[in-house]
């Protein structure tokens, strides 16, 4: 059984840094796309950052620059790394996990990707950047 949970949400003000966990348990993929997501109250869920297992990240324009996605070298643990948060950046925010099978480009934008039946996602940590 997968499992995952994040940690290390809170509350900052505009400029502070935070580090998002997200342990992972039971993903034993022989190949993955991993990947944080957030999402506002009446906004729609948004791909925020990814990482292959070979190590190939991706991020969201609104937060390259700032945010820095990377895992521990027993591929546990997911981090996110986020620097110069914003009011903007107030959001609840997901991990998440999925298997690549066919080639598929790990990339958190990707909707196909991630609505895979596959997939398996934490229950969320919630960020507030004040300003």
């Known amino acids: 059984q997968v499992q995952l949970v994040e940690s290390g949400g809170g509350s900052v003000q505009s400029g502070g840094s935070l580090r998002l966990s997200c342990a992972t348990s039971?993903?034993?993929?022989?190949?993955?796309?991993k990947a944080w997501f957030r999402q506002a109250p009446g906004s729609e869920r948004e791909g925020v950052a990814s990482i292959h297992r070979v190590g190939e990240t991706t991020y969201a324009d609104a937060v390259k620059g700032r945010f820095t996605v990377s895992q521990d070298s027993a591929e546990n643990t997911l981090y996110l790394q986020m620097n110069s948060l914003k009011p903007e950046d107030t959001a609840t925010y997901y991990c998440a996990v999925v298997p690549l099978v066919g080639g598929e480009y790990c990339h958190a934008s990707s909707t196909t990707l991630w609505l895979s039946p596959y997939g398996h996602w934490g229950q969320g940590t919630q960020v507030n950047v004040s300003s």
């Open positions: 039971g993903a034993t993929y022989s190949n993955y796309c």
